[in-house]
C-alpha cells in the first residue's frame, strides 16, 4: 500500500476535496506507487501546455513533443482551472518506480526513483479507478 508525499498533498491545494479525497484512497488501492505532479494551473499555465506539440515542437533536448491538451486555458479551460466554485477538478500524475543503477565512481549498485509514463501503469491505475 503506498501513500501520498506532502510534496503531492501540497500540489492538490486549491483541488476539490472530493477530488483530493479520491486521489488519497486510489493511491492506497493501487498497484503502482505514484505522485501528484499538477493540481490546479493558471490560464498561462494551461495555455503553454496547450502550446506542446503545437508551437513549441521540442523539449530542450531535441525530443519532439506530442500534444497533451485540447484546451488552451482561455477559449476552452482546463478542469484544472479554478471553477466559480474555486476549486479545480482535476490533477497529473506520474508513476513512481525504482531502478537500480551502478555509480560510477564507487561501482555500488544503488536504487533511484524515476517517474514512468508508460501507458500499461496507467491503464492499471485507470482500471482500480473505475471500480
Known amino acids: 500500500m503506498f501513500n501520498l508525499s506532502n510534496i503531492s498533498l501540497e500540489k492538490m491545494n486549491r483541488v476539490h476535496p472530493n477530488v483530493v479525497n479520491f486521489i488519497k484512497e ?3 488501492e493501487s498497484p503502482y506507487d505514484f505522485k501528484v ?17 503545437r508551437t513549441v515542437l521540442y523539449d530542450n533536448k531535441g525530443n519532439k513533443l506530442s500534444k497533451v491538451s485540447w484546451c488552451d486555458g482561455y477559449k476552452l479551460k482546463s478542469k484544472h482551472q479554478v471553477k466559480i466554485d474555486g476549486y479545480g477538478y482535476a490533477v497529473d500524475i ?3 518506480e525504482k531502478e537500480k ?7 555500488e549498485v ?3 526513483t524515476v517517474a514512468r509514463w ?10 482500480i479507478a473505475k471500480t
Open 110 to 112: 544503488r536504487e533511484k
Open 26 to 28: 486510489l493511491i492506497k
Open 94 to 96: 506520474a508513476v513512481l
Open 101 to 107: 543503477y551502478t555509480d560510477k565512481k564507487t561501482g
Open 37 to 53: 505532479t499538477c493540481g490546479v494551473r493558471t490560464a498561462k499555465e494551461q495555455n503553454e501546455i496547450f502550446q506542446q506539440g
Open 118 to 127: 508508460d501507458y500499461k501503469y496507467y491503464k492499471a491505475i485507470y482500471d
